[in-house]
């Protein structure tokens, strides 16, 4: 995986000291300065997947969340010996391995309704109202009917 990180200038020997200690990384960047909003260093480099969660747990332990920026994103290929070993090294097996922060992100987005939100087919307000109660009161009669008589 591919990981972008800026990095406030005072934090940036704590970031690559983690970095250079995880098994599973690979390819190391350092562009002091290259940042601008927000100001910073601008620090790159590739993770194994079955690494990337550790990591991103310590990028955030040491502020990069709050104080900087941390974007991941897939390797569609990579030829690099180097890159091969830090997927060899890194514990687990990457087909299996969980990137959590990205799971409960795409789970957020998938999860909220838009307004106005529809159930059975009926309109519901978003602030409630008679409209909304009358469709909750309908949807809810709908489900309490047998399997059979129940039409969405």
Do not use: Y
């Not at 998938?110 to 059975?120: A, V």
């Amino acid at each position: 995986m591919f990981t972008r990180l800026i990095v406030p200038s005072s934090r940036t020997a704590g970031v690559t000291a983690l970095l250079d200690s995880t098994v599973g990384t690979a390819h190391l960047v350092v562009l002091p300065g290259a940042a601008r909003d927000p100001e910073g260093d601008v620090v790159m480099c590739d993770v194994a997947r079955e690494a990337a969660d550790g990591l991103i747990t310590g990028l955030r332990g040491l502020g990069l969340d709050e104080h900087g920026a941390i974007s991941v994103e897939d390797i569609d290929l990579s030829l690099s010996e180097r890159g091969h070993r830090a997927e060899v090294d890194a514990p687990g097996e990457g087909v299996d391995a969980v990137v959590w922060e990205s799971l409960a992100d795409a789970t957020h987005e998938e999860s909220r309704l838009s307004s106005p939100r529809t159930i059975c087919g009926s309109q519901i307000m978003p602030h409630g109202g008679r409209r909304a109660q009358k469709s909750l009161a309908q949807a809810s009669s709908h489900m309490s009917e047998s399997p059979a008589n129940v039409t969405m």
